[in-house]
């Protein structure tokens, strides 16, 4: 856990230049729907190539099970409309790094989670302010697994459909 708070650190560190300038920051209400809120914070470039740092927050209890986890995800993403970056068509890129913390009973475990997405959306900004998009891909997703005692959570491991309604400010 140390040495993932450390490279989750160093990743910050080595992209605040990056987030100079103009912002987003975005929620995806449908992933606090699943446990898994999240925030994007997306700078705004001239070239429409915009960097893109989120967090989660993974949640989920039910049956005996409790976990709770961290999650980093870094990307880009190229508008394709001239002259509108941060609104309009865009193609996007990310991957993303997590810890999982499972307890199943009295017994404890860790996994580690990883995933690279491709996805498009489209963004809307209402009077230079308010933000609404929608995303839409394809993630491979790879999980080291949690199994205490028999008892196995679900696999992420794969390829899965990825979607995401952010709503947010420009500021």
């Not at 449908?30 to 989120?54: D, Q, W, Y």
């Not at 949640?59 to 394709?80: D, P």
């Not at 996007?92 to 017994?107: C, D, M, R, T, V």
């Amino acid at each position: 856990m140390r040495r993932f708070l450390l490279a989750v650190g160093l990743v910050f560190l080595l992209t605040v230049p990056a987030f100079s300038g103009s912002k987003i920051i975005s929620v995806n209400p449908v992933g606090i729907i699943f446990g898994v809120p999240n925030v994007m914070v997306e700078n705004i470039k001239p070239s429409g190539l915009n960097p893109v740092l989120g967090g989660s927050l993974y949640i989920y209890s039910s049956g005996g099970w409790s976990t709770f986890g961290l999650g980093l995800t870094a990307g880009v993403r190229k508008y394709l409309q001239a002259g509108k970056s941060g609104e309009g068509l865009y193609a996007g890129g990310y991957g993303s790094l997590g810890i999982l913390s499972a307890k199943y009973g009295s017994e404890t475990t860790n996994s580690l989670l990883f995933s690279v997405t491709g996805a498009i959306g489209y963004k809307a900004i209402f009077n230079d302010k308010y933000v609404v998009g929608l995303e839409a891909g394809l993630s491979i997703y790879l999980n080291s697994g949690i199994t205490i005692g028999g008892a196995s959570l679900g696999a992420y491991s794969g390829v899965a459909p990825y979607g995401s309604l952010e709503l947010g400010l420009k500021i």
